[in-house]
Protein backbone atom coordinates (compact mmCIF):
# COMPACT_ATOMS: atom_id res chain seq x y z
CA UNK A 1 0.00 0.00 0.00
CA UNK A 2 1.37 3.18 -0.85
CA UNK A 3 1.67 6.40 1.33
CA UNK A 4 3.76 9.04 2.39
CA UNK A 5 4.17 12.15 5.10
CA UNK A 6 5.77 15.65 5.02
CA UNK A 7 8.55 16.03 7.52
CA UNK A 8 11.16 18.46 8.74
CA UNK A 9 14.92 17.14 8.78
CA UNK A 10 16.20 17.61 12.41
CA UNK A 11 19.56 16.54 11.81
CA UNK A 12 22.12 13.61 11.95
CA UNK A 13 22.92 11.15 14.88
CA UNK A 14 23.58 7.14 15.93
CA UNK A 15 22.35 4.93 17.21
CA UNK A 16 23.40 1.31 18.18
CA UNK A 17 22.13 -2.60 17.32
CA UNK A 18 21.86 -5.24 19.87
CA UNK A 19 25.08 -6.59 19.06
CA UNK A 20 26.94 -2.79 19.67
CA UNK A 21 27.25 -1.80 15.96
CA UNK A 22 27.35 2.27 14.66
CA UNK A 23 24.15 2.90 12.30
CA UNK A 24 24.57 6.08 11.24
CA UNK A 25 21.16 8.02 11.04
CA UNK A 26 18.88 11.29 10.19
CA UNK A 27 16.31 11.98 12.18
CA UNK A 28 13.08 13.47 10.69
CA UNK A 29 9.99 15.20 12.50
CA UNK A 30 7.51 13.44 10.31
CA UNK A 31 4.03 15.29 11.07
CA UNK A 32 1.54 15.24 12.41
CA UNK A 33 -0.05 16.27 8.76
CA UNK A 34 -3.42 17.06 8.66
CA UNK A 35 -5.53 15.72 5.32
CA UNK A 36 -6.46 18.87 3.77
CA UNK A 37 -7.99 17.71 0.69
CA UNK A 38 -8.80 13.89 -0.44
CA UNK A 39 -8.78 13.63 -4.30
CA UNK A 40 -11.08 10.69 -6.11
CA UNK A 41 -10.87 9.21 -9.61
CA UNK A 42 -14.53 10.32 -9.57
CA UNK A 43 -13.66 14.02 -9.19
CA UNK A 44 -10.10 14.31 -10.21
CA UNK A 45 -9.45 11.63 -12.25
CA UNK A 46 -6.86 10.04 -9.89
CA UNK A 47 -6.64 8.96 -6.25
CA UNK A 48 -4.55 11.60 -3.70
CA UNK A 49 -4.25 12.84 -0.44
CA UNK A 50 -3.22 16.21 0.59
CA UNK A 51 -1.36 16.51 3.29
CA UNK A 52 -0.71 19.82 5.37
CA UNK A 53 2.36 20.56 7.68
CA UNK A 54 2.96 23.00 10.66
CA UNK A 55 0.53 25.78 11.78
CA UNK A 56 1.17 29.09 10.66
CA UNK A 57 -1.30 32.18 10.84
CA UNK A 58 -4.08 33.39 8.33
CA UNK A 59 -2.26 36.68 7.77
CA UNK A 60 0.31 34.53 6.56
CA UNK A 61 -1.05 33.30 3.84
CA UNK A 62 -2.48 34.68 0.92
CA UNK A 63 -6.68 34.84 0.03
CA UNK A 64 -6.38 32.12 -1.76
CA UNK A 65 -4.65 29.83 0.05
CA UNK A 66 -6.72 30.87 3.00
CA UNK A 67 -9.84 30.03 1.80
CA UNK A 68 -9.03 26.32 0.46
CA UNK A 69 -8.30 26.08 4.41
CA UNK A 70 -11.61 27.75 5.29
CA UNK A 71 -13.60 25.41 2.62
CA UNK A 72 -12.38 22.14 3.83
CA UNK A 73 -12.45 23.40 7.06
CA UNK A 74 -8.88 22.72 7.92
CA UNK A 75 -6.17 24.13 10.17
CA UNK A 76 -3.85 26.82 7.87
CA UNK A 77 -0.74 24.97 7.14
CA UNK A 78 2.27 26.24 5.39
CA UNK A 79 3.26 23.01 3.58
CA UNK A 80 1.12 21.44 1.33
CA UNK A 81 1.82 18.07 -0.04
CA UNK A 82 -0.14 15.59 -2.83
CA UNK A 83 0.32 12.02 -2.72
CA UNK A 84 -0.90 9.54 -5.03
CA UNK A 85 -2.06 6.29 -2.77
CA UNK A 86 -4.20 3.32 -4.31
CA UNK A 87 -6.60 3.43 -1.87
CA UNK A 88 -7.58 6.59 -0.01
CA UNK A 89 -11.12 5.30 1.38
CA UNK A 90 -9.91 5.29 4.96
CA UNK A 91 -9.52 8.71 4.68
CA UNK A 92 -11.58 11.94 5.26
CA UNK A 93 -10.30 15.63 5.06
CA UNK A 94 -9.61 16.56 8.50
CA UNK A 95 -8.16 13.40 9.29
CA UNK A 96 -4.11 13.25 11.43
CA UNK A 97 -1.60 11.43 9.60
CA UNK A 98 1.37 10.54 11.84
CA UNK A 99 4.63 8.62 11.75
CA UNK A 100 3.46 5.61 12.96
CA UNK A 101 2.14 4.77 9.15
CA UNK A 102 5.88 3.55 8.81
CA UNK A 103 7.69 0.68 10.72
CA UNK A 104 10.84 -0.18 11.65
CA UNK A 105 12.74 -1.86 9.01
CA UNK A 106 10.44 -0.58 6.01
CA UNK A 107 12.24 0.90 2.88
CA UNK A 108 11.99 4.43 2.22
CA UNK A 109 12.33 7.09 -0.28
CA UNK A 110 12.85 10.72 0.94
CA UNK A 111 13.10 13.99 -1.10
CA UNK A 112 14.71 16.99 -0.36
CA UNK A 113 16.25 20.37 -1.76
CA UNK A 114 19.28 20.14 -1.33
CA UNK A 115 21.77 23.20 0.37
CA UNK A 116 22.35 25.59 -2.56
CA UNK A 117 26.10 26.30 -3.11
CA UNK A 118 25.66 29.07 -5.30
CA UNK A 119 27.73 29.70 -8.48
CA UNK A 120 30.48 27.33 -8.41
CA UNK A 121 33.38 26.33 -10.69
CA UNK A 122 33.76 23.04 -13.15
CA UNK A 123 36.14 21.55 -10.42
CA UNK A 124 33.83 21.82 -7.74
CA UNK A 125 30.14 21.32 -9.72
CA UNK A 126 31.33 18.52 -11.73
CA UNK A 127 34.61 16.95 -9.82
CA UNK A 128 37.21 18.05 -13.19
CA UNK A 129 40.70 17.49 -12.00
CA UNK A 130 43.02 20.56 -11.66
CA UNK A 131 45.68 21.27 -14.01
CA UNK A 132 49.02 20.46 -12.46
CA UNK A 133 50.57 22.91 -9.78
CA UNK A 134 54.01 23.34 -12.36
CA UNK A 135 55.50 26.30 -14.04
CA UNK A 136 54.07 27.86 -16.88
CA UNK A 137 50.17 26.51 -16.16
CA UNK A 138 48.85 29.15 -14.28
CA UNK A 139 46.65 30.96 -13.70
CA UNK A 140 44.29 28.49 -14.72
CA UNK A 141 44.63 25.75 -12.73
CA UNK A 142 40.79 25.12 -12.19
CA UNK A 143 39.65 26.03 -15.35
CA UNK A 144 37.52 23.84 -17.39
CA UNK A 145 39.57 23.12 -20.07
CA UNK A 146 38.95 22.69 -23.87
CA UNK A 147 35.69 23.41 -25.10
CA UNK A 148 36.23 21.70 -28.09
CA UNK A 149 35.28 24.09 -30.36
CA UNK A 150 37.12 24.32 -33.96
CA UNK A 151 36.17 25.89 -37.24
CA UNK A 152 32.98 23.63 -37.46
CA UNK A 153 31.19 23.43 -35.90
CA UNK A 154 32.69 27.50 -34.37
CA UNK A 155 30.85 26.84 -30.73
CA UNK A 156 30.74 25.07 -27.88
CA UNK A 157 28.43 22.33 -27.82
CA UNK A 158 24.82 22.50 -24.90
CA UNK A 159 25.12 20.30 -22.24
CA UNK A 160 28.88 21.11 -21.74
CA UNK A 161 29.94 20.29 -17.87
CA UNK A 162 31.20 24.36 -16.76
CA UNK A 163 30.77 26.45 -13.87
CA UNK A 164 27.64 27.93 -12.82
CA UNK A 165 24.80 27.51 -10.06
CA UNK A 166 25.20 24.41 -8.12
CA UNK A 167 22.71 22.52 -5.81
CA UNK A 168 19.02 24.20 -4.44
CA UNK A 169 17.79 21.63 -6.68
CA UNK A 170 15.10 18.87 -5.57
CA UNK A 171 16.56 15.46 -4.92
CA UNK A 172 15.22 12.05 -4.32
CA UNK A 173 17.33 9.40 -2.45
CA UNK A 174 15.91 5.98 -2.93
CA UNK A 175 15.50 2.89 -0.52
CA UNK A 176 16.60 4.36 2.97
CA UNK A 177 16.35 1.48 5.96
CA UNK A 178 13.79 3.04 8.32
CA UNK A 179 16.02 2.07 11.33
CA UNK A 180 13.51 3.69 14.52
CA UNK A 181 10.45 5.11 14.77
CA UNK A 182 9.11 6.96 17.90
CA UNK A 183 5.58 7.49 17.37
CA UNK A 184 4.83 10.12 20.64
CA UNK A 185 7.28 12.04 19.62
CA UNK A 186 6.49 11.95 15.56
CA UNK A 187 10.16 11.07 14.73
CA UNK A 188 11.63 8.81 12.22
CA UNK A 189 14.72 7.91 12.03
CA UNK A 190 16.23 6.57 8.90
CA UNK A 191 19.69 5.00 7.63
CA UNK A 192 22.47 7.17 5.86
CA UNK A 193 21.63 11.00 4.47
CA UNK A 194 19.20 12.96 3.25
CA UNK A 195 19.36 16.13 1.25
CA UNK A 196 18.82 19.67 2.70
CA UNK A 197 20.04 21.73 5.60
CA UNK A 198 18.71 21.00 8.90
CA UNK A 199 15.04 22.45 9.62
CA UNK A 200 14.39 21.76 5.62
CA UNK A 201 11.23 20.45 4.37
CA UNK A 202 11.19 16.75 3.11
CA UNK A 203 8.40 14.14 2.35
CA UNK A 204 8.34 10.69 3.12
CA UNK A 205 7.04 7.76 1.19
CA UNK A 206 6.94 3.99 0.77
CA UNK A 207 9.75 2.83 -1.32
CA UNK A 208 9.20 2.20 -5.18
CA UNK A 209 12.00 -0.28 -5.79
CA UNK A 210 11.36 -2.18 -2.99
Not at 43 to 68: C, M, R, T, V, W
Not at 87 to 109: L, R
Request: with cysteine.
Amino acid sequence: MKKGIIGKKIGMTQIFDEMGNSIPVTVIEAGPCVVSQVKTTESDGYNALQLGFEDISEKKLSKPEAGHFKKNGTAMKKHLKEFRLDDISGFKVGDTVTADIFAAGEKVDVTGVTKGRGFTGAVKRWGNHILRMTHGTGPIHRQVGSMGANSSPSRVFKNKKMAGQYGNEQVTVLNLAVAKIDAEKNIIAVRGAIPGAKNGIVFVRNSVKA
